[in-house]
């Protein structure tokens, strides 16, 4: 999505008839389109092509030959089997960038495992440092692990197509969700790496910085973050507690992580005299960092959501209108396209093979009898 924001034309290979698993995946639907579908794939044509037929691995590789990049998420091995592996194509398109998504990477003892979010959040250790103090693990809201490995490959891409311009080669790239992941775990690793220091979960709170977590108000939530002693003098004056930031228990960073239980249970039950509101209007221009814990209505309605444009409309061919997190990244130069709905299943099969490859009618009506590509009905 990110790439098609920026121009790419991208192209989604799907299998005839069913598609990508994530359009079964709800509800919530919007007519008979999956909303966790439509969430992600902006931006993109769709081709339906059945890669174990020979013409359909043919198709692959005629579209790679005029393609500057080709993104699969196989179990290693399985598209070279195709023919389709990344030496099978970089013999007929030496300049593709070719990125590889599995989840556990290319080679090694787990590679043949498939990869699911959660399962590589688990393996990762992301779950194990996620959750309430003394609670189960718990899973992240959203896929984190698959936004970061995405944004890994994104990223990934960007640098190759660069390369490519100095070296007029492509290359192959090795993503993974848990490399990504156990990448993500940056000071969590370090301290263990370092001072062998087995982490636990924390709830909203962190486990080197003091106050820094949710606290419960009259009549929600606010998350307040010290992340220096003055910050700290701060948080104390707003909330009229002048005196602990004078205590020598909390007098620097360290010892307030030393006598946590105690602060926080100052702390908290003083957040709980008034409701979130008041507290935000006494923090407002403090320099503390500090922000409501907001449901997903009052997301949508922030004033500084709303300014920064993160929502994205437009219509969609069965649908009608819907509306999607935007871009989350704003350039000085250009503007981002404008946003394409996400495809049906083979929406875009006759005009990719007629426009982008030259196929004839004829052929195109002998792959559609033979079932070697399908076109979707509405189109």
């Not at 393996?123 to 440092?129: A, P, R």
């Not at 370092?194 to 486990?207: I, Q, V, Y």
């Not at 320099?287 to 449901?295: A, D, E, M, T």
């Not at 006759?350 to 009898?369: F, M, P």
Request: with cysteine.
């Amino acid at each position: 999505m990110n790439l098609g924001d920026l121009g790419a034309e991208v192209i989604k290979v799907e299998k005839p008839g069913t598609g990508d698993d994530t359009r079964s995946w709800g509800p919530p639907f919007v007519g008979n389109e999956s909303v966790y579908f439509l969430s992600v794939n902006r931006n993109k044509k769709s081709i339906a092509i059945d890669l174990k037929n020979p013409k359909g691995a043919k198709i692959i590789k005629e579209l790679a030959a005029v393609s500057d990049v080709f993104v699969e998420n196989y179990i290693p091995g399985k598209l070279a089997a195709m023919g389709l592996g990344y030496e099978n194509i970089n013999k007929v398109a030496p300049q593709i960038v070719y990125c590889s998504i599995t989840g556990y990477g290319q080679t090694g003892p787990k590679c043949q495992r498939a990869g699911y979010d959660s399962v590589a959040a688990a393996v990762s250790g992301l779950l194990h440092i996620t959750g309430t103090e003394g609670g189960e693990p718990v899973r992240p809201g959203v896929a984190m692990t698959d936004l970061a490995t995405g944004l890994y490959a994104y990223g990934a891409i960007m640098a190759a197509l660069l390369q490519r311009h100095t070296t007029g080669k492509g290359m192959h790239i090795d993503c993974n969700l848990l490399s990504s992941q156990v990448a993500c775990l940056t000071y969590i690793a370090s301290n263990f790496l370092n001072c062998k220091t087995e982490t636990k979960r924390w709830g909203t709170g962190h486990a080197s910085i003091v106050p820094y977590q949710g606290f419960k108000t009259k009549d929600g939530y606010i998350v307040v973050g010290a992340g220096n002693d003055n910050q700290f003098a701060t948080v104390c004056k707003i909330l009229n507690l002048t005196e602990i930031s004078h205590d020598p228990k909390y007098k620097n960073n360290q010892q307030r992580v030393l006598n946590r239980k105690e602060l926080i249970g100052i702390l908290s039950a003083r957040f709980l005299e008034e409701e979130t509101t008041k507290w935000l209007e006494l923090f407002e221009g403090s320099g503390v960092p500090y922000g409501p814990i907001n449901s997903m209505k009052q997301v949508f309605a922030d004033s500084q959501v709303l300014h920064n444009e993160l929502v994205m409309e437009m219509n969609h061919p069965t649908v009608g209108k819907i509306a999607v997190p935007g871009p989350a990244v704003r350039y000085s130069q250009f503007q981002v396209s404008e946003p394409k709905p996400p495809p049906l299943i083979g929406q875009h099969t006759l005009e990719i093979l007629k426009d982008t490859l030259g196929y004839k009618d004829d052929d195109l009506q002998e792959l559609l009898n033979s079932g070697v590509v399908a076109q979707h009905e509405h189109i």
